[in-house]
């Protein structure tokens, strides 16, 4: 197999970013796609380069000639979408988060397990040098023993229309954007650093809402083992974009400027006694070395650095937060 021959589910915009560009980077094909609204298809067929527009998602996961499956529809599209591709022995790249809840979540990995097709959840982030790098500075003893970790995460407000404002469509900030946070401080703890020494929990939570039930802000406060505590915060409507990780010692600081979009800005400042320093980690895409990994995995059976069992833990930890904010679960 000299290239994966991927089916795109849906026409969305983070499609761009995250198939598209790396697939043609990487040298895979698109094969197939499908949306709701077929001229929407055949434009992004068009744009693009995918070789075939078909008449539905069903379509695209039952196609002989698609090797695997790209989900990054709705929120609450992933789970049966990507248990569809399960069924189907379609390996699948879903975006985040991986379905509206941990009963969802805990579905699909059932399948995944029982069939044994792979399900990988695109938290990108994790594959790019600055994350690894920066979790190596957390580990290494230059900062000392880890005192706190913040993960800040905002963007301007989506359009009225967009999915992200909708309940029925799994939307709300700590969705799109607080499951990378928990993903990151759940991370650090598996990390054997004094200060973590494992899985954080659910200290506090607070939500804004931008109507009933749809947070449009949504900060999480964790406590670690080790004594340690931390912060995921969210908004979804804030003047600008901003995604941060700062990691905090008692013998200085890490600080990744744009985790998300390490392609614009690979810098990692490191502050402590003796000064400040700025490494960069280069501008490759995150979701490049996150397609090149699942691509390895379908290939050449090379190990993924998590699978569904995480997701269905990440989803539980959403679940749990959105509760003590005193939301209900999507």
């Not at 990507?82 to 390996?91: D, F, I, R």
């Not at 699909?108 to 994350?131: D, K």
């Not at 600008?240 to 744009?258: A, M, P």
């Not at 960069?280 to 090379?302: K, M």
């Amino acid at each position: 197999m000299t290239g994966l021959r991927i089916g795109v589910l849906g026409a969305s915009r983070i499609a761009e970013k995250a198939i598209v560009g790396p697939a043609q980077e990487l040298g895979h094909r698109l094969v197939a796609v499908a949306a709701r609204d077929p001229q929407r298809a055949a434009a992004f067929a068009g744009k693009f380069g995918v070789e075939r527009v078909l008449g539905s998602y069903a379509e695209v996961v039952d196609d002989a000639e698609v090797d695997v499956v790209y989900n990054p529809l709705a929120n609450a599209l992933h789970a049966p979408w990507n248990l569809a591709a399960v069924t189907a022995g379609k390996p699948v790249l879903s975006e985040k988060p991986f379905a509206r809840n941990r009963s969802e979540a805990a579905t699909v990995a059932r399948a995944a397990e029982a069939t044994g097709v792979t399900v990988l959840e695109g938290f990108h982030y994790f594959f790019h040098p600055v994350t690894q790098r920066a979790f190596t500075l957390a580990t290494g003893g230059e900062i000392g023993r880890l005192t706190r970790v913040e993960v800040r995460m905002a963007m301007p407000a989506p359009d009225d229309d967009d999915p992200r404002w909708s309940l029925e469509l799994a939307g709300g900030a700590l969705m799109d954007l607080g499951c990378y946070g928990m993903h990151v401080l759940r991370s650090l703890g598996r990390l054997d650093v004094d200060g973590l020494r494992g899985a954080p929990s659910i200290v506090a939570a607070r939500a804004e809402q931008r109507s009933t039930d749809i947070d449009a802000t949504c900060d999480v406060e964790v406590g670690f083992p080790g004594g340690a505590t931390g912060l995921t915060a969210n908004s979804m409507v804030a003047p600008e974009y901003s995604f941060t990780i700062r990691i905090i010692g008692s013998e200085g600081e890490v600080l990744v400027h744009d985790f998300i979009r390490p392609n614009d800005d690979d810098r990692i400042t490191v502050r402590t006694a003796a000064g400040e320093r700025v490494e960069r980690l280069g501008t490759r895409a995150s979701y490049t070395y996150q397609l090149e990994a699942f691509a390895d995995h379908v290939q050449n059976g090379a190990a993924l650095p998590f699978g569904p069992a995480d997701a269905v833990t990440n989803m539980a930890y959403v679940d749990a937060a959105y509760q003590a904010a005193g939301l209900p679960t999507r």
